[in-house]
């Protein structure tokens, strides 16, 4: 059974950075592609960022790009979201998901983990 489990967030100042990540405990990792979205209170989940199962190409929301950095390292089954220069709107719980292609829609995504707290105060 796959589980994914995030962990990096926290409680930040704007401008501050921060690296999130995610561990696959199954044994396909390298084989699909990922994705990190966010759910801020009230709101729908977005997407963030998503990369292939190589690492080699990877994908950004306008809201996010030049700011936020995905990799993913399949030596450790292990995706990574560095984030810098935090604003207070990068406030949400922020999930990853595994899926078998690279897409933007959720639906596409068949596993998740629980979710991590990124808290950006002004």
């Known amino acids: 059974q796959v589980r994914l489990e995030e962990s990096g967030g926290g409680v930040v100042q704007a401008g501050a950075s921060l690296r999130l990540s995610c561990t696959d405990s199954g044994r396909t990792f390298n084989q699909h592609a990922m994705a990190w979205f966010r759910q801020a209170p009230g709101k729908e989940r977005e997407w963030v960022s998503a990369?292939?199962?190589?690492?080699?190409?990877?994908y950004y929301a306008d809201e996010v790009k030049g700011r936020f950095t995905v990799s993913r390292d399949n030596s450790k089954n292990t995706l990574y979201l560095e984030m810098t220069s935090l604003k207070p709107e990068d406030t949400a719980i922020y999930f990853c998901?595994?899926?078998?292609?690279?897409?933007?829609?959720?639906?596409?995504?068949?596993?998740w983990g629980q979710g991590t707290q990124v808290t950006v105060s002004s």
């Open positions: 998901g595994r899926g078998p292609m690279v897409s933007v829609s959720s639906i596409h995504y068949d596993a």
């Open positions: 990369i292939d199962r190589s690492g080699q190409l990877t």
